[in-house]
Each structure stands twice: as C-alpha cells, then as structure tokens.
C-alpha cells in the first residue's frame, strides 16, 4: 500500500493501482455502475493530455525528460489498452472533474514508473503540475468529448454506408416481384418489393448525409479556454499551438472555437448532433417494424418475407422462431429516443458559464453512439443480407386483394372497376381471373398492366 494525501486528508492506495487519491474519493462518492467510461472517450481524453504535453514541451514550459516520460506513458497506456486504472464512474458530479484526475493520474504513475520512479512521486511527475499544466477539466474534457463523438462518427458513417448498399442491393434483387402495398394496414395499391427496399435505401443514405454533416457541428473544441473560457493561466502561445497538434495527432480535423468562453457553456451543437442520431434510430426503427410486420406468421401472419432463423424462439414451442434481431433494433432505437430527450434536458439546465451535467450528457451520448452502431451492424448483417421473399404467399396477398381493382380503375373505367369489385365481394375469386372472364382485357393487356415496369411508373402517359 502507498499513502497520498490532499487537503482533506490522507488515504491508502493499493501499490498495484496507477490511480491516486482524487480518483479513490470519486470511486467511493460516486460508486461503481457496472459500466465504465467509453474505451473511445478514455483513448479521445489520452490524445487531448498527449497534445498538452507536446505543446508544453515545445514552448519550453514543461521540461523536455518529464514530458518525454509523460508523451511515453500516454503511447504505451493507448497501444496497451490499459485502461482497468480508469475507475471513475461515467455519471459523478463536478463536471467530469474525476475524470480529469483518473487520467491525470493514471499518466502520471504510469510516467513515473518508466522514469525508475515509484508511483506516487509527485514531487517528480506530478498530476496536477506537470500532467495538468495549462489545462482545466473545463476545456480538455469537452475537447475530448467531441473527439470521440468524432471517432464514432466515422465507425457509424462506415456501418451505414454497408447497410445502404445491401439494400440496394435487395432493391435490384426484388424489383421484379409485385406486392400489395397498404396504407394504415389496409389494402392500398400494387407496387414492387425492390419499391419497399428502395424506400428503406433513401432514408438510410439521408443517414449517411446527416451523419457526415454532423462532423461540421461538433469539430470545434474550446481547448485553451482553461476553466470559463478566458484562457487563465495558459499561455496564448500555448492556446494556439495545442489545436494544432491535437489536430496532428489525432488525424482529425478539428478547429478551436474562435469565441472560447461560448464555446465552454453552451452545448447546442451536441443536442444537435443527439437530435440526428435520434433520426437515424427512427428509421431504423420503422424498418425494423415494417420487416417484423411483414415476415409476422409465417402462416397466420402477412408471411411475405422469411428472416434468416439465428435461434430457437421458445422454450416449450418447437420450431417456433422469433424475429429477436428485429426486436433487438427496436428497443435499441427506443432507448437512443429516450435519451436524447434526457441530453436535450441536461443541456438546458446548464448553468452560466458551464454545463454541471457534461457527465450525464457524453454518457448518454456516446452510449447512442454505440447502441446504433450494434443495431445498424445487427440489421445489415443478421437480416438484411440473408432476407428472402416468399413469391407464393406474395401473389395470394395481391391476387386476393381489391387493391388491384383500384390500380386497375384508371385503365378500365370506373364502372367496369365496379362491376369487378361487385363480383370480387360475392365469389371471392381473384381479380384478375375476373377481369379475364368478363372479357374486360385480354391476357396480355392485363400482364402488361401489372408488370413491374408498368408499375414502377410515376404518373401516366397520355
């Protein structure tokens, strides 16, 4: 055990541990909630504490072997994944002020133990002095927020782009098989299942946009600003040399925030970025929904689609298989809705120059962040690449439909459509052997009516 103190007295810290004392007291305040901070927000907070250390060296303010021994011990914590030293839980108060300290910390014994120090030696690599310098949890713990929103951003983008060319890809597959397409769960008009897909395409790629814009909302950081933006206590060369090699080293193309003290308290940029993740959970549910709806049976169900079987679906019903990847991306999408209300609300309440709930908000946040990317991944991979139609039950769903009637009214007339739809309610035959035995068109004028080209047409020609 090794012995650290603060002004509030001393505590005892397992000799194995690279965390200190600040950290120790926030795990005790704040608990443990069985979920720790994003490994990518941890590696986001690294690069931000490397940039620091490279700019302070640079200028002369932090002497070159301990900002060595510091840049060498952010390197080997990040390749390492070493992050079991990161024990803050992700929701505390002081807006993220553990957190700082947990990697202020954590770089600080790591540092030590490569200069031949023993950890706690704060009189050599201090947290505070040297890990810290020119620095506030004020500035670097939104700077690294955006960083990782950044780094998600780009796994996100690259799962939505795989789920928009599947289908699409799906789209060209079905585009010859004719459906019946409903409104408010009632029989409509025919159209193709390539249609359907296409459909689910667009509002994908709308994703994809959205999601790419989103890089322009959130790539300006408010490091330098220190604590309410003034910048107190860094150096103005420091303010302007650290953006730029945050921007070297973590290959992205961030800005700092011409106005710091603003760009400190307000957080509308994220509840904007929250608001288009929302969007995308949306859609995803409405495919999710619209696929569950359509594949429901198999035989006392629409039963026009089979989804691929991933496991058993009862424990007491055999061959009962449910649609739970469906399920899966619906209650993700729930959850995502939900708590983009709660960042909107957490945003809000932020009180003048600095938000208190940055916890709450980059939790939520970045746990979107992930739910989507799993939930996107699950529906392309798990569903939508292995999905099959069933032609058969596709054609007695549409053959025994009045839709066709209606679809047929603007070729035939409105009185023939009638007498159709008259015959249609007593017999029940279907419609197009109707239409054929009433001599209304012949068989290839019907065929060309309902193919899937004639169908595919916007409008008439006339």
């Excluded at 990518?40 to 504490?49: N, P």
């Excluded at 060296?57 to 002497?63: A, S, T």
């Excluded at 700077?143 to 699409?168: G, P, S, W, Y």
């Excluded at 007491?316 to 991306?329: A, D, R, S």
């Amino acid at each position: 055990m090794r012995k650290e103190q603060d002004f509030l007295g001393e505590l005892h810290i397992d000799e194995r541990c690279y965390y200190g004392i600040n950290t120790l007291r926030a795990y005790d305040n704040f608990g443990d909630l069985g979920e720790r901070h994003d490994p990518v927000f941890i590696k986001a907070y690294l690069i931000v504490k490397k940039a620091a250390a490279i700019s302070n060296m640079d200028l002369g303010y932090l002497e070159k072997e301990k900002a060595e021994f510091i840049i060498q011990a952010i390197d080997k914590i990040i390749e390492g994944n070493l992050f079991g030293d990161f024990i803050v839980s992700p929701l505390c108060g002081g807006a993220g002020t553990s957190f700082n300290m947990n990697i202020n910390e954590v770089i600080a014994n790591h540092a030590l133990e490569i200069a031949g120090k023993p950890k706690g030696d704060y009189l050599y690599i201090n947290p505070y002095s040297h890990v810290n310098m020119h620095q506030s949890t004020n500035d670097t713990y939104p700077t690294a927020f955006k960083i990782a929103i950044l780094m998600h951003l780009d796994i996100l983008e690259k799962k939505l782009v795989a789920l928009q060319n599947d289908l699409q890809q799906k789209e060209r597959a079905f585009s010859s098989i004719l459906k019946l397409g409903r409104t408010e769960l009632q029989d409509a008009l025919p159209m193709t299942v390539g249609m359907q897909f296409a459909a689910y395409a667009e509002a994908i790629s709308r994703d994809r946009w959205r999601i790419f814009k989103a890089r322009e909302r959130i790539k300006v950081m408010n490091i330098g600003g220190t604590a309410i933006g003034t910048g107190f206590n860094a150096p103005q060369k420091y303010i302007f040399l650290v953006i730029e090699k945050l921007r070297e080293i973590a290959g992205l193309r961030v800005a700092r925030a011409e106005n710091l003290y603003e760009a400190t308290q307000n957080l509308d940029s994220i509840v904007e970025v929250s608001g288009l993740l929302k969007t995308l959970a949306v859609n995803l549910l409405k495919i999710a929904e619209d696929l569950r709806l359509l594949s429901s049976g198999p035989s006392g169900g629409f039963g026009e689609l089979h989804l691929p079987a991933v496991q058993e679906g009862s424990s007491i019903m055999p061959g009962k298989v449910n649609p739970v990847i469906l399920e899966f991306v619906s209650q993700t999408a729930f959850l995502v809705i939900g708590n983009d209300g709660v960042i909107a609300q957490a945003a809000g309440h932020g009180n003048l120059e600095l938000n208190q709930f940055y916890p709450l908000i980059s939790y939520l946040m970045l746990k979107n962040m992930k739910l989507l990317q799993i939930a996107t991944s699950r529906l392309d991979r798990r569903v939508i690449k292995d999905i099959k139609v069933n032609e058969e039950q596709i054609e007695a769903n549409l053959s025994d439909s009045v839709a066709l009637v209606t679809y047929l009214s603007q070729y035939i007339g409105h009185d023939k459509a009638s007498q159709v739809y008259r015959k249609f309610r007593v017999t029940r035959k279907p419609v197009k052997e109707i239409i054929l035995g009433e001599n209304i068109l012949s068989k290839e004028e019907l065929e060309e009516l309902l193919s899937p080209e004639k169908i595919r047409m916007v409008g008439l020609k006339k």
